[in-house]
Structures are given as structure tokens and as C-alpha cells.
């Protein structure tokens, strides 16, 4: 029992220690953030069916400045086939969101007439399914590029108190860091198998 006793008193002078050298609850939020913004991505971005919140957050530039379409104009789904967004409150923008949205990458032709813009939805195709699931690829690997980035800023912050505190500490610091990055890139990784089997059905 006594040896156990002492393990115990090193590590909690370890935990201690760690705060000052580093805080790593603070790196596992930011790991979350990642995580969490490619679950954004994916639910907003990539999507089989096209629905008017997938065009809420298309950014418009207008000579004003860069908005979301939904604070520009009213976004209706009259059929599955036709989705509306209704410009009478910012008539002058009509040509920016229509420019938008067809270059948001969700595959849309919009048409224009007067202030209503009419946006078809097109027949989900093989292809469009298999260049999505492409995307998501690509979002993931960015996911990772950033998860990469936190944990090399955590790891350099870690490295600062070389000499300062036991090589131990500093080792079993950076073994931490990596298997919360480790673990995180199994949830991505996770996020993603879902995601391609959702959109290649």
C-alpha cells in the first residue's frame, strides 16, 4: 500500500504542475471546436437534398458588405422540386444573392424574375452524391490540418518547460496531448464514414 500511496502524492504534484505549464482542458476545447465545426460544415454544406436552410447561410456580397441570404431575403420551399427566395425587402440585391447562389457549389441554377428568385432543385444524380462525399472527404482532411495545429501549439507550449519541470512530466504531458488528438481524429474519422454512407445511400 505504500508504494501505491506514493504514486499517488507524484501525480498530484504532476496535475499541479500541469496547470501551470499547460491548460488542458482549454486544448481539448479546441480539438471539440474542430470537431464540432466539421459537423456544421457537413450538415449545412452537405446535404443530398437541398433544403431552404441549406441557402441560409450562402454569403452574399452586396456593396454593403458580405450577408447571410437569409437576412436578405425570405426563403420558401414551394414544392420539393422549387425552392423561393422572395428579394422584395432588398430588391438592389436580387443580382448578388442570385450570383450566390449559383456559385455556392450546391449545384443550383437559380431564375430570376422581378424580385422572386426561383431555385430548382436539382434530381439528386450518382454524381452529385459522389462528388459530395468527396467534400466531406476534403472538409475532414481540413479538419485534420487544424487538429494538427492544436495539438502542435499545445505540444510547443508543453516544450517551453523543458528544463523547467522532469523530463517525466513533459513526456507524459505531450503522450496526453496526443491521444486527445488520436481520439478526436477517430471522431472525425467516424463523422465521416457516417456522412459517405448517408450520402451515397
Given at each position: 500500500a505504500?508504494?501505491?500511496?506514493?504514486?499517488?502524492?507524484?501525480?498530484?504534484?504532476?496535475?499541479?504542475?500541469?496547470?501551470?505549464?499547460?491548460?488542458?482542458?482549454?486544448?481539448?476545447?479546441?480539438?471539440?471546436?474542430?470537431?464540432?465545426?466539421?459537423?456544421?460544415?457537413?450538415?449545412?454544406?452537405?446535404?443530398?437534398r437541398?433544403?431552404?436552410?441549406a441557402?441560409?447561410?450562402i454569403?452574399?456580397?452586396?456593396?454593403?458588405?458580405?450577408?447571410?441570404?437569409?437576412?436578405?431575403?425570405?426563403?420558401?420551399?414551394?414544392?420539393?422540386?422549387?425552392?423561393?427566395?422572395?428579394?422584395?425587402?432588398f430588391p438592389?440585391?436580387?443580382?448578388?444573392?442570385?450570383?450566390?447562389?449559383?456559385?455556392s457549389?450546391?449545384?443550383?441554377?437559380p431564375?430570376?424574375d422581378?424580385?422572386?428568385?426561383?431555385v430548382?432543385?436539382?434530381?439528386?444524380?450518382?454524381?452529385?452524391?459522389?462528388?459530395?462525399a468527396k467534400?466531406?472527404?476534403?472538409s475532414?482532411?481540413?479538419?485534420?490540418?487544424?487538429?494538427?495545429?492544436?495539438?502542435?501549439k499545445?505540444?510547443?507550449?508543453v516544450k517551453?518547460?523543458?528544463?523547467k519541470v522532469?523530463e517525466?512530466?513533459?513526456?507524459?504531458?505531450?503522450?496526453?496531448i496526443?491521444?486527445?488528438a488520436?481520439?478526436?481524429?477517430?471522431?472525425?474519422?467516424?463523422?465521416l464514414a457516417?456522412?459517405?454512407?448517408?450520402?451515397?445511400?
Amino acid at each position: 500500500a505504500k508504494g501505491k500511496g506514493q504514486s499517488q502524492a507524484r501525480v498530484n504534484i504532476s496535475a499541479a504542475l500541469v496547470e501551470d505549464i499547460i491548460n488542458l482542458e482549454e486544448t481539448n476545447e479546441d480539438m471539440q471546436a474542430v470537431v464540432e465545426a466539421l459537423k456544421e460544415d457537413f450538415s449545412r454544406n452537405l446535404s443530398v437534398r437541398t433544403s431552404p436552410g441549406a441557402l441560409d447561410h450562402i454569403i452574399v456580397m452586396t456593396k454593403d458588405g458580405k450577408f447571410p441570404l437569409n437576412q436578405l431575403g425570405q426563403i420558401s420551399q414551394k414544392s420539393p422540386q422549387l425552392i423561393v427566395v422572395n428579394m422584395t425587402n432588398f430588391p438592389e440585391s436580387t443580382a448578388a444573392v442570385t450570383k450566390a447562389i449559383r456559385e455556392s457549389g450546391m449545384n443550383l441554377n437559380p431564375e430570376v424574375d422581378g424580385t422572386i428568385i426561383r431555385v430548382p432543385v436539382p434530381k439528386v444524380t450518382r454524381e452529385h452524391r459522389e462528388s459530395l462525399a468527396k467534400l466531406a472527404k476534403q472538409s475532414t482532411n481540413k479538419s485534420k490540418e487544424a487538429l494538427r495545429k492544436v495539438r502542435s501549439k499545445s505540444i510547443n507550449q508543453v516544450k517551453k518547460f523543458k528544463g523547467k519541470v522532469s523530463e517525466d512530466t513533459i513526456w507524459l504531458l505531450e503522450k496526453q496531448i496526443q491521444q486527445m488528438a488520436e481520439s478526436t481524429t477517430a471522431e472525425m474519422d467516424k463523422l465521416l464514414a457516417a456522412k459517405t454512407k448517408e450520402l451515397l445511400g
